[in-house]
């Protein structure tokens, strides 16, 4: 039989949001190539080692092809009818008996990253009625998601460089070379950030000497958790001398109160605090007179730990008081490609907090969501009894996976959408095998995290294995089979014919372009106003950024008098980092080492040797990994990867140490010890 022929085929990852255009080579069934595409418009032929690995990941010895039903402690494949009869006939039976309360749901990035996917779990979730909705935005960003609110009336409100025109960026607890951005996507960094440092300035403020450190002008290494102090200095003397007088007398509110907020915040103060030398401040201040208009950009170093809030609304305050906000050499907001944000009014939401998890009514809903540490609690507590996780691999992702465990065994139902086998599908009831990225068409749901206004579209690459459907299609099952009616006309199959097509034209009706051009070109844009007077509206409408509100000027309070007591309490704090060659849980495959990287004297303090195993101990949990000593990382400081099966970081967080605002668990600043491993 005649082998066949090697193609090749365009196309766009989606293991994160930068979304690099790549180029496919596939001979029949097998993918035996990824490279980067150097005529995508975007990213030119950039690509990172894990867009590299999609052949390994599609043809990982341990994919899942077929649907998994769990017959007492074995899984037995079986058929798609099967599994969802049985599956949905537990669930009715659940909400029968409990209501629909009880039905828990976790947006999964697996299902963030799909359109189609992602557009039919809103329509389930809003069938079932239920208000236990769980995403990542708990785990890392809500932040991010309350300062826009609290400050600038939307929560979807997010500031992006104006890297064309920019003189100086500051990196608060985010390292792109590695990330590619946090809600921001940055393909291609290194070059970004080498054109922004020989223009003007970049600054790396981060306890580690990062990779994007290396790249920067200068780099600042406080406390974990202090990076607000630096900030609330940089704030109090551009009040003082260099604030845009006109921004602040037409455009905000609560300018004297913010004044007094950060008031304590002088000098000394400031770098006592953060741990930092004085003279390295008033260099940082310096620059920030000099380029008048500046960008912070903030990441999951800052919104993990426990001055979040406060980094991120001085992160804003200083750009808004520069009157860096909306202008050029500053930062500008996307106005959205599928859903355009600039289209009408934008919808005034300062307040985002709702009734919490009865467990723990003190963790109150922020969108709509529970956060992700009340979890355990609400299983245990009898208040959700079956699970629905579409595409997460929550042990190594929530908090306390120690707790996790044993209370993800106790439901009656544990639904898993995974493509690969993990330890959260080895815990599921069902297991539901999906299209992986190269099997599906799809198209870029969240355009609005692009550098660019753009949209990208790409067919399958390869035909599904095994048994795999579309999520969409999954979802929609599940919904006729417990009585609800899917949302608009449906197609029959997502096999045969248009099916997946179909189902992502629905999803650009809004969109800046039809869906038949942008499959036809496979990447569109468009140009956008900038300053654009949609955002001046609507800060018009709110009457003004709010400099200083209440929450978050008490917050200040407290934390700082907190960390004024604890300066030079000997113990070390825990920092947790990406890897270049793996994201989150996916692509360990790779070779990524549990590397726990301590400063020297504090190596040498307890005992420990380059390349020797350790044991890292918090309250809660241990993990052992292999300690890499550097006098890149602070003093005080130890810093594990996370996202790793072994050395699952998430056993030394605890459900109980939340931030008091958002009720978001902290993965950063965690006291730890760090101890030879016995032989």
């Not at 798609?80 to 009880?102: E, N, Y």
Request: with cysteine.
């Amino acid at each position: 039989m005649a082998e066949s022929a090697t193609r090749t085929e365009r196309s766009y990852c989606r293991i994160c949001t930068s979304m690099c255009g790549i180029v496919v080579e596939v001979q029949g069934d097998q993918v035996l190539r990824v490279r980067g595409d150097r005529d995508h418009p975007l990213t030119h032929g950039y690509m990172c080692p894990k867009g590299r690995a999609l052949p390994r990941m599609h043809h990982h010895p341990q994919r899942i092809e077929r649907p998994r039903l769990r017959t007492g402690d074995s899984f037995q494949p079986t058929t798609w009818d099967r599994c969802l009869d049985d599956l949905c006939a537990r669930v009715r039976s659940v909400i029968d008996q409990h209501g629909p309360a009880s039905v828990g749901i976790f947006f999964g990035s697996g299902v963030g990253m799909d359109a189609a996917g992602y557009r039919m779990a809103q329509a389930l979730h809003a069938a079932i009625g239920t208000p236990a909705r769980f995403s990542p935005l708990t785990i890392d960003g809500t932040a991010k998601t309350f300062v826009a609110s609290v400050v600038g009336g939307f929560p979807g409100l997010s500031p992006r460089p104006d890297y064309e025109r920019v003189n100086l960026v500051i990196y608060v607890g985010i390292n792109p070379m590695v990330s590619h951005g946090h809600t921001i996507a940055m393909p291609n960094p290194a070059m970004t950030i080498r054109a922004t440092a020989a223009r003007g300035e970049v600054w790396v403020i981060d306890p580690l000497h990062t990779q994007t450190a290396g790249f920067a002008s200068r780099h600042l290494a406080p406390r974990p958790g202090t990076d607000y102090a630096v900030l609330a200095y940089l704030v109090r003397e551009v009040l003082r001398e260099g604030a845009d007088e006109e921004v602040l007398k037409s455009s905000t509110v609560d300018c004297g109160v913010l004044r007094s907020a950060v008031e304590p915040f002088d000098l000394d103060y400031a770098a006592d605090i953060a741990g930092v030398e004085p003279d390295d401040l008033l260099t940082l201040l310096s620059s920030v007179r000099k380029s008048g208009r500046l960008a912070v950009e903030t990441g999951t170093g800052v919104t993990m730990s426990v001055g979040a809030n406060l980094t991120q609304w001085l992160a804003w305050a200083l750009m808004i008081v520069t009157g860096s906000m909306n202008r050029h050499g500053g930062v500008w907001f996307h106005p959205g490609f599928i859903n355009q944000l600039d289209g009408g009014s934008l919808p005034l939401i300062p307040e985002i907090f709702g009734p919490g998890p009865r467990s723990r009514p003190e963790l109150r809903s922020i969108i709509g969501e529970y956060p992700c540490a009340a979890l355990a609690d609400e299983i245990n507590a009898g208040n959700i009894r079956a699970f629905l996780n579409l595409g997460g691999n929550l042990i190594r992702s929530f908090p306390d996976a120690n707790a996790l465990r044993p209370a993800l065994q106790r439901l009656e139902v544990f639904a898993t959408i995974e493509i690969i086998e993990n330890e959260t599908t080895a815990l599921s009831t069902h297991v539901l095998p999906t299209k992986d990225q190269l099997e599906r068409p799809d198209l870029a749901l969240w355009d609005f995290l692009s550098p660019r206004v753009n949209a990208q579209y790409t067919p399958a690459v390869v035909s599904p294995v095994g048994d795999r459907r579309s999520t969409w299609w999954v979802l929609s099952e599940i919904m006729r089979r417990l009585g609800h009616q899917a949302p608009g006309e449906l197609p029959p199959d997502d096999l045969a014919g248009n099916g997946d097509n179909a189902m992502l034209a629905s999803v650009t009706e809004r969109a800046r372009c039809a869906f038949t051009e942008l499959a036809e070109k496979r990447y569109a844009e468009t140009g956008f106003e900038f300053p654009a007077r949609w955002i001046e509206a609507h800060i018009e409408k709110f009457g003004g950024w709010r400099l200083a509100p209440q929450p978050l000027v008490e917050q200040l309070n407290a934390v700082r008098t907190a960390h004024s007591r604890e300066r030079g309490s000997g113990s070390l704090s825990l920092i947790p980092r990406r890897q270049r060659r793996h994201l989150n849980a996916q692509f360990l495959f790779l070779g990524s080492p549990v590397d726990v990287v301590l400063h020297p004297s504090d190596a040498a303090a307890a005992g420990i040797s380059h390349g020797q195993q350790v044991i890292v101990r918090s309250s809660r949990g241990e993990i052992v990994g292999v300690a890499d000593v550097d006098e890149s990382i602070r003093p005080g400081v130890v810093s594990v990867p996370h996202g790793h099966e072994h050395a699952n970081v998430n056993v030394l967080t605890s459900t109980r140490e939340v931030d008091s605002l958002t009720g978001m668990a902290r993965y950063s600043g965690v006291q730890v010890s760090v101890h030879p491993l016995p032989a």
